[in-house]
């Protein structure tokens, strides 16, 4: 007898399941948290100009955050101020 001979007949196959993608593993690095799902302040933007220039954006920002009630932002942006300031008069 021949291998062929033994099988038994099980008649049609049966439907195809759809195929579904299994998700590929991530192997790379896992990305550190973001600093707004920290809770940690972002930094501020950039000002250009020259270090006078810079003083007096840095003291409108602070009257900015001082009238949207943002205190520490505008104590920040008075800190930033205070160094242009002192950046213009070469004691820095």
Do not use: I
Not at 10 to 34: A, E, W
Not at 73 to 84: G, T
């Amino acid at each position: 007898m021949t291998l062929h001979s033994q099988r038994k007949s099980v008649g049609p196959m049966p439907p195809s399941r759809p195929h579904v993608p299994v998700p590929r593993p991530n192997f790379s690095k896992p990305r550190p948290p973001t600093a707004a799902s920290a809770g940690v302040r972002p930094s501020p933007a950039r000002v250009n100009g020259s270090a006078l220039q810079k003083q007096s954006q840095w003291l409108a920002r602070a009257a900015d955050a001082e009238r949207t009630g943002d205190g520490v932002e505008a104590e920040l942006c008075r800190q930033y101020a205070e160094h242009w300031f002192r950046v213009s008069r070469g004691e820095d």
